[in-house]
C-alpha cells in the first residue's frame, strides 16, 4: 500500500487542545503493519455509513479528491482531530462521576492506495501516547508505541468507489465507549447489539447442546452457567475472550470427561461468529440475554426447576444427593415463605 497523506494529532482533552506532530521516518511501516492487523483482527465489527453527508466521511472523500491541495488536505484532518476532541470532552463529562477517565493518546490519520485493489483506504486509530526523557538532549518528549496492544480505537474505511451512497468500515474498540463510532464517526453496526448478543447466545447453547447429547454431565450445566454469568455481569463482550476465559483453565467435575472433549468444545465455539454470522466484539444486551437464559429441569411428576438467571455459587446452591438409595435435588433457599411451607418436622418456638 502506498500512503497517500498522513498526520498524527495528539488529542489533549484535558487542556481542550489538539496539538500536531510530524510523522516519523518509521511512520509508513507502521501503519502498514497497523492496517494488516486490523484487516486480520478478529475482534472487529462491521459498520456502515449513515449519509455521505456527516463530517468524518464527508471529509475523508474529500480529502481523496483534492490530494493534491496540502492546505485543503490538512484543514480536513485538523477538522476531523477536533471533532474527536469535543467528543471526548463530552465523553469525559459523562463519566467523570464514575472515576475513570477517557484514554488519552494521538489520534493517526492515514489516506492509502491499494493497489492489488485499485482503490483507497483510509484509516484513524486512537493509540496510546506516553511521555518519556530523551538521554541525548534530557528533555521530554511524547510519542506512541509499536506494541498493538496500545491500540484503543480504530477504524479502517473501504473507498471502492469513491462516489458510493454508502461505505463500509471496520472498527476494533477495546471498550464499550460509544463515543468512538456513534458521536464520532457517526456510524452504525451492521449487526445490532441486541441481534449479536441474541445469536451469541443461541450459538453457545446450541455448541453446548450438541457437545453434551446423550451425556448427563454436570460440566454441561456448569458452563451454561459460566457463559450466562459473563454475559451478565461484563457490558463489552469480545466473543474469543469470553470463551477463554470460561474454558481456558477449566476442569472437568465429571471425570468420565477427557480434557480434549472441552478444548474441542472451545475450538467449535471460535468458529461460530462466522457460522452464525455475528460479531466477536459486542455490547451485551441484557433483555436479550434474559429472553433466552431459562432453563426447567423435570424433577419428578408434577415437579420442575426452572433457572431463571446465572448462579453465583452453583454447586453450593444446587445439588444432587443420593440417600438410602433415595435420589434428591437438594436447593438452598434463602425465601422464608417457602422454606416453612416445606418444612416437615414441628417448628419450635421459644
Not at 469535543?86 to 492506495?113: D, H, M, W
Not at 454508502?166 to 464517526?185: C, G, M, P, Q, R
Not at 474469543?240 to 470427561?257: F, H, I, S
Request: glycine share 2%; net charge negative; charged share 30%.
Amino acid at each position: 500500500m502506498q500512503i497517500a497523506q498522513k498526520s498524527i494529532r495528539i488529542i489533549d482533552y484535558e487542556q481542550h487542545r489538539v496539538l500536531s506532530r510530524e510523522t516519523p521516518e518509521a511512520f509508513e511501516a507502521y501503519v502498514t503493519e497497523l492496517i494488516e492487523h486490523i484487516r486480520s483482527n478478529d475482534s472487529v465489527r462491521e459498520y456502515k455509513t449513515r449519509s455521505n453527508a456527516t463530517e468524518v466521511i464527508g471529509s475523508i472523500l474529500t480529502v481523496c479528491a483534492n490530494q493534491t491541495d496540502a492546505t485543503l488536505v490538512s484543514s480536513k484532518m485538523d477538522g476531523m482531530a477536533n471533532r474527536l476532541l469535543l467528543k471526548e470532552v463530552a465523553a469525559q463529562e459523562r463519566i467523570a462521576r464514575t472515576l475513570t477517565n477517557v484514554q488519552k493518546g494521538s489520534l493517526i490519520q492515514a489516506l492509502l492506495f491499494d493497489e492489488d485493489a485499485n482503490s483507497y483506504v483510509y484509516l484513524l486509530a486512537k493509540v496510546q501516547h506516553s511521555e518519556w526523557v530523551d538521554d541525548a538532549d534530557f528533555t521530554f518528549k511524547t510519542g506512541f508505541s509499536k506494541d498493538k496492544k496500545t491500540i484503543w480505537k480504530s477504524c479502517l474505511i473501504d473507498l471502492v468507489d469513491l462516489t458510493a451512497n454508502e461505505f463500509h468500515a471496520k472498527i476494533y474498540s477495546d471498550t464499550i465507549a460509544k463515543y468512538w463510532s456513534d458521536d464520532f464517526l457517526e456510524l452504525d453496526e451492521m449487526n445490532s447489539d441486541e441481534s449479536n448478543t441474541t445469536r451469541a447466545f443461541k450459538a453457545i447453547d446450541a455448541t453446548l447442546n450438541q457437545n453434551f447429547r446423550g451425556i448427563s454431565s454436570p460440566d454441561h450445566t456448569i458452563i451454561r452457567n459460566g457463559f450466562v454469568s459473563y454475559l451478565k455481569n461484563n457490558d463489552h463482550i469480545d466473543f474469543p475472550t469470553m470463551v477463554d476465559a470460561v474454558l481456558g483453565n477449566y476442569q472437568p467435575v465429571d471425570p468420565e470427561l477427557r480434557p480434549d472433549k472441552i478444548q474441542f468444545i472451545k475450538e467449535r465455539l471460535l468458529e461460530q461468529p462466522e457460522k452464525r454470522k455475528f460479531d466477536r466484539q459486542f455490547n451485551a444486551i441484557n433483555s436479550a440475554i434474559n429472553a433466552r437464559i431459562r432453563k426447567v429441569y423435570p424433577i419428578n411428576d408434577g415437579i420442575d426447576l426452572k433457572v431463571t438467571r446465572d448462579i453465583e455459587d452453583l454447586s453450593g446452591t444446587i445439588q444432587s444427593v443420593e440417600e438410602n438409595g433415595v435420589r434428591y435435588i437438594r436447593v438452598r433457599t434463602n425465601n422464608e415463605d417457602t422454606y416453612r411451607k416445606f418444612l416437615l418436622s414441628p417448628v419450635i418456638r421459644n
